[in-house]
Structure formats: C-alpha cells, structure tokens
C-alpha cells in the first residue's frame, strides 16, 4: 500500500528500523477512508495504487467481524473486537477499521479505539491520534496494523460512546496478502458489525439530574470537594439512609452505602446520602476539568449509563435554605458563633427559630461549600481535624463594603464544609446584599444578611 505520507508517521511510532522503502513500502496499512464505510473509497483497498488484480471479496475467503459483548454495547464500557481472515493463499494480514454512529454513518465517530499490537490509530486528516484524541474537524478515527500481521485473527479494544446514541456500526476491510511485497496476488475483504445500545432492566438505576446541593445553589457548578445532589429512578434499594459514623473508616468518608456507589470522571466520590429518586455525594479530588465528564451510578441492580456533566476548578456557593427565601429575598444562614441557636436575620423571619439582625462589629458564621483547594491540604472525602485556610481568598461585601474575614477554610469536625467567620462591617441598617468574590469568580446567588444598629 504506497501510502507515503504516512507510512513515515508509523514507522516512526512504531520505533521501525530503517528499511528500503521498496521492500516495505505496502506492509504498513493504508491512509484514511479504506474501510468501504460511507464517505469511504467503495473497493476499500482493491482498487489502483493500493492491491491491485483482484476484486473485492473476489479471492475466494472471507472475513468475520465478532464482538465480545456480542451485538450489543454498554455506554462508557470497552470490548474485544475480533477480526478473524480466513484465505487459504494468505500469508500475512492487515486490515483497518472504523466505528460509526448510523445516525450520521459518514462523518459521525462511535466511540474510542485504542491501538494495540502492531497497530496504530489514524485521524480523518491522516494524523496519528494523540493523547487528546483527533481534532474536532477531523473526528473520525481508523484503526489499522502498522506492520504486517503473522495470525489470521486480529484483536481491537474500542470503547463505546459515553451515552446512548442509538445504534452504531463497525466497518472493516481485511487484506489476506501473499507476502510478496508486491501490490498484486494479495485478496481484500470487507464485512460490518452494527451495535445496539445494552437494554436495561427495569430495577437498574437511571440518572434523570445532577446539580450542586441545592441547600446551597444548586447552578452553583461541580467541582471537585463539592457536594452534588444525584437524581432519578432505582437510584437505592435502601427507601431512605444517610451516613452514620460507623460508616466510616477513621476520618475517612465511605465510598458506599448499602451497595450505592458513584464515580465522576471514573474516580470513587463519597456517599452522603441514599434514596431511591436522590443520592448525594461529594466530589472526589483529581477529576478531568471541562465538557463530557462522565457521572455513574452503580446498585445491587446494575450500573447508570453514564451521565456527561461539566467541571470547573471551583463552583463555590453559600449556604442559602430555600425556606429562607421571605417576600423575594433569599436570606443567607448565618449565626451567631457565641450562640449557635440565634440566627442572623429580622426578626421571626422563620418560625420555630431565633433570630436577630447583625450589629457592625459583631461576627457572624457562614458557610458554604465547592471553595476549593486548603493550606493544610484536606483531602476530599476527609474529617477536617485541624485549622486551615482557602488557597484562593473570598471577598466578603455588604453592599460594596468589604468585610474582614477572621477564619476562612473548612470547618472543624465536617467532611467538605467551609466556615466563614465574617466581621460586619459599618453600614446602615436593614437588608443588606451580601456579594462574594473568589478571584474571577462571583458568586451567582442574590443573598441578603440582616444588619441592626
């Protein structure tokens, strides 16, 4: 296959000897677009300039394209895709091969392929596939041998698409060469595999929503350390649990509760809370930062597909109860930190529960939650045993008037929590709007605190 543009690309992925190119100049697969897909050359590699003097499916064998997971995939899961050429004059083998969404058969890529073995992965461009995938322009991959295979059969991991995005094919040309190092005598077979999205049973749990602790504001982000509340059906066996201490193993928060976990961007998040339509967790630490982050949720009764949600470095919000929203305006929770039972606001703003409002001066306690990384460092999922502070400082205004901050990190005893032990600054009297800013962050809550004289 006189493919030159990239045969030096593969040669020099493969760590290949210098050899004449007469000799080898058709034993690496071939450019993009072989495979007789749609979009593809229709002959695949049968035709002038590639294998030459026999027509497709012309040689009298075949190929077989078979999966592991049968004809069937899971959303997110990988599986063995096995070529098997059968040719009774063959010698050595190569063939290249493509996944495609049916929805949009020529230019839309099904999933992930990674190269084994005397492989490597093309991108539409020609381009070898980097650590990043291929460019967006050009997203279709092509998976093909690099140097000639002695076996007839041919092993390729591919990972299925993240979602359900209804039925996929698998396209692949099979070339059963003679070993010649000349482009004739050699057959060329095609054959296709389509995929149907795993059926669930009816008991296995389905993601419906994820947000951030709606206690809190739930537009608020997800980050990692932050708190997200999970929603849907099948989510638990278990009617309704939260963690207890004996869930956990010294400081460190459980991973599980009654057979209920969750993994974000494929890492163990930690499970706060169990019900069969809610599950609330926090962020582990270390996920993938942007689009297409995938949230699972796994049961007794099976595994979620996966859900994609989007990651950012901070998602930071403050406490803000919806039963604190009185007459259109939602009241921040605050306290009194010398008397934990009086609360910051007017007064009866919420029966059953004390308040006052703030005089200059005083400090009062907030908290909140998704404010990132602390010196010391607490890992996520841990008990915060000692004092720390937020590596990015927040600015605390009432009004445009910046407020001193006499502790800011998470807080003592909790899992994930953050304290604010907030100065009142002097201002007037009355509901005052509370403004935060955490470097190029403002915090999107519209939040009001009670100030008195």
């Known amino acids: ?7 030096l690309a593969a040669k020099m992925a493969v760590g290949l000897a210098v050899i004449p190119v007469l000799i080898y100049a058709y034993s690496t697969g071939p450019d993009p677009r072989h495979t007789a897909a749609p979009g593809d050359d229709p002959q695949a590699c049968a035709t002038s300039g590639c294998h030459t003097g026999t027509p497709l499916n012309g040689g009298g064998g075949n190929v077989q394209l078979t999966s592991s997971a049968g004809t069937s995939y899971t959303p997110g899961q990988s599986q063995t895709l096995t070529l098997t050429i059968t040719d009774s004059k063959a010698h050595v083998y190569g063939f290249q091969m493509s996944a495609r969404l049916d929805s949009s058969p020529s230019t839309g890529q099904a999933g992930d392929f990674t190269a084994g073995t005397q492989q490597i992965v093309l991108c539409d461009d020609g381009s070898l596939k980097g650590n990043n995938g291929c ?3 050009f997203p279709v991959e092509f998976i093909e041998h690099s140097s000639p295979f002695q076996t007839n059969t ?11 995005v209804g039925t996929v094919t698998i396209y692949a040309a099979a070339n059963a060469a003679n070993g010649d190092a000349n482009n004739t005598g050699d057959h060329i077979y095609t054959t296709k595999l389509q995929l149907s999205p795993a059926s669930t049973t009816n008991n296995g749990p389905t993601i419906t929503g994820i947000q951030s602790a709606g206690g809190f504001n739930p537009k608020a982000g997800i980050a990692a350390a932050t708190w997200i509340e999970i929603y849907g059906t099948n989510l638990s066996t278990t009617p309704t649990r939260s963690w207890a201490g004996s869930d956990f193993n010294g400081n460190n928060a459980p991973t599980s509760l009654d057979g209920v976990s969750v993994t974000v961007g494929g890492k163990s998040a930690f499970v706060d809370f169990i019900s069969s339509g809610q599950v609330n967790v926090q962020v582990p630490d270390n996920i993938p930062l942007g689009p297409g982050v995938p949230v699972v949720l796994t049961t ?6 996966p859900v994609s949600v989007t990651t950012a470095s901070l998602a930071p919000a403050l406490l803000a109860l919806p039963q604190w929203d009185v007459n259109s305006k939602q009241y921040v929770v605050a ?6 039972n009086k609360y910051v606001g ?13 005089k200059p001066g005083e400090v009062i306690t907030i908290y909140g939650i998704g404010f990132g990384p602390v010196t010391p460092a607490n890992p996520s999922g841990t008990v915060t045993t000692q004092g720390n502070t937020v590596n990015t400082t927040p600015v605390f205004r009432f009004g445009q008037t910046p407020a001193e901050l006499q502790y800011q990190g998470l807080s003592p005893f909790a899992v994930g929590l953050y304290q604010f032990n907030v100065v009142v600054p002097n201002v007037s009297a009355g509901d005052i709007q509370l403004n935060v800013q955490m470097g190029s962050i403002t915090l999107n809550q519209s939040l009001f605190v009670t100030v008195g004289q």
């Open 335 to 340: 306290q009194f930190p010398q008397d934990g």
């Open 154 to 164: 041919i092993k390729v991991k591919w990972t299925a698409p993240a979602t359900n």
């Open 135 to 137: 460019p967006s322009k």
């Open 1 to 7: 296959m006189q493919h030159n543009r990239k045969i």
């Open 300 to 305: 007794s009764q099976g595994q979620s597909s």
């Open 346 to 358: 007017p007064t009866n703003l919420i029966n059953g529960l004390t308040f006052r409002p703030a």
